[in-house]
């Protein structure tokens, strides 16, 4: 049954135990699955590959699981028609108290996953497409509404145009300029085109090369010969935060191919060949799960900054400099 992205509240968790998302969309998929996951705190995330590699362990906990415990969610990423054989063992199964969100990428008509969730009455099939300029404007408006601060239709198409229309783009610009909305109520053009423009502060860019590659001594040298302050917090936060989501997309493949050389080449979008050194060292030193810990720690450090705004910089050095101690490199 194809339902849209804003209708979630048409599914009923009693009959409706399975359900698909997919699209190319990742903001806007991100945002149905924490409507679905509202008031649920049982929940576990999985990888298709994972459960490929262990599908009858994977479904006999799914069978203990549903008699000993209360309502659980499962969410299942990445996911192709490799899996379908599983969903339609787990539909036999007629399994109570579970509820299996699969995350997949664009999946073209002749998709036999998307052909059984369409076409079953039960199961839960939700297209994600991309979103338009209007769509965008209206989340820049309320969140500058929210934060009760005026932003011209100009400032609005700067944003937009740093969104590359892709809404987890446009939430991760806005998550920049909210930590500037803790200090001032006037946002002009410069500031967005200052927080917003990562790529062109280049020492930033270095740092965070660096504190992922667990380069200690050329960390030490970037702090000694840049000035930074208070405010420059948001840009390397932010920049960190980017490039860990990029590597742990890399250390998944580097964890399956077992080539260091083939990640780098094949990689979407490509690496640029400056970049390539450094995101070989970086895959070297951070496993998926590693990766992944770290970029929850990086948002924890965010809220303790914002609590902390006038001795930020220093939090933030003391973060990067423990996190390089495991290693040094020269």
């Known amino acids: 049954?194809?339902?849209?992205?804003?209708?979630?509240?048409?599914?009923?968790?009693?009959?409706?135990?399975?359900?698909?998302?997919?699209?190319?969309?990742?903001?806007?998929?991100?945002?149905v699955i924490a409507?679905?996951?509202?008031?649920?705190?049982?929940?576990?995330?999985?990888?298709?590959?994972?459960?490929?590699?262990?599908?009858?362990?994977?479904?006999?906990?799914?069978l203990t699981n549903s008699l000993f415990e209360n309502e659980k969610i499962i969410i299942i990423k990445r996911v192709t028609d490799k899996i379908l054989k599983i969903?339609?063992?787990?539909?036999?199964?007629?399994?109570?108290?579970?509820?299996?969100?699969?995350?997949?990428?664009?999946?073209?008509?002749?998709?036999?996953?998307?052909?059984?969730?369409?076409?079953?009455?039960?199961?839960?099939c939700i297209p994600i497409y991309p979103d338009n300029n209007q769509t965008l404007t209206k989340i820049i408006l309320s969140f500058f509404k929210e934060k009760n601060i005026h932003i011209s239709q100009t400032n609005i198409n700067l944003i937009l145009s740093k969104?590359?229309?892709d809404r987890e783009n446009l939430q991760n610009e806005l998550k920049k300029i909210e930590s500037l909305c803790l200090t001032r109520k006037v946002i002009t053009a410069e500031d967005i085109s200052k927080i917003t423009n990562l790529i062109e502060?280049?020492?930033?860019?270095?740092?965070?090369?660096?504190?992922?590659?667990?380069?200690k001594k050329k960390i030490i040298k970037i702090f000694n010969e840049n000035n930074f302050n208070n405010e420059d917090y948001?840009?390397?936060?932010?920049?960190?935060?980017?490039?860990?989501?990029?590597?742990?997309?890399?250390?998944?493949?580097?964890?399956?191919?077992?080539?260091?050389?083939?990640?780098?080449?094949?990689?979407?979008?490509p690496i640029f060949w400056k970049e390539k050194e450094i995101t070989k060292q970086q895959l070297l030193q951070w496993k998926p799960d590693d990766i992944?810990?770290?970029i929850y720690?990086?948002?924890?450090?965010?809220?303790?900054?914002?609590?902390?705004?006038?001795?930020?910089?220093?939090?933030?050095?003391?973060?990067?400099?423990?996190?390089s101690n495991s290693q040094v490199n020269s």
């Open 35 to 62: 409507d679905l996951l509202k008031n649920k705190t049982n929940k576990e995330s999985y990888e298709e590959k994972d459960i490929l590699n262990s599908a009858n362990d994977f479904i006999e906990g799914l």
């Open 292 to 294: 992944r810990r770290f």
């Open 163 to 165: 969104s590359n229309g």
């Open 234 to 269: 948001i840009l390397i936060v932010r920049t960190l935060l980017n490039k860990s989501k990029k590597i742990l997309k890399l250390s998944y493949e580097f964890q399956k191919n077992k080539n260091l050389d083939l990640t780098i080449t094949s990689s979407k979008p």
């Open 201 to 215: 502060n280049h020492s930033i860019s270095e740092l965070a090369d660096n504190c992922l590659a667990k380069n």
């Open 87 to 124: 969903i339609e063992e787990i539909k036999k199964k007629n399994l109570d108290n579970l509820i299996i969100i699969l995350n997949a990428d664009l999946l073209d008509k002749k998709s036999k996953l998307r052909i059984l969730f369409e076409k079953d009455k039960e199961d839960i």
């Open 1 to 31: 049954m194809i339902i849209k992205s804003f209708e979630t509240n048409k599914i009923n968790p009693k009959f409706n135990s399975l359900i698909l998302l997919y699209g190319k969309n990742e903001g806007l998929k991100n945002q």
């Open 297 to 323: 720690e990086i948002n924890d450090l965010e809220l303790h900054i914002k609590k902390n705004i006038s001795n930020s910089i220093n939090i933030l050095s003391n973060f990067i400099l423990e996190k």
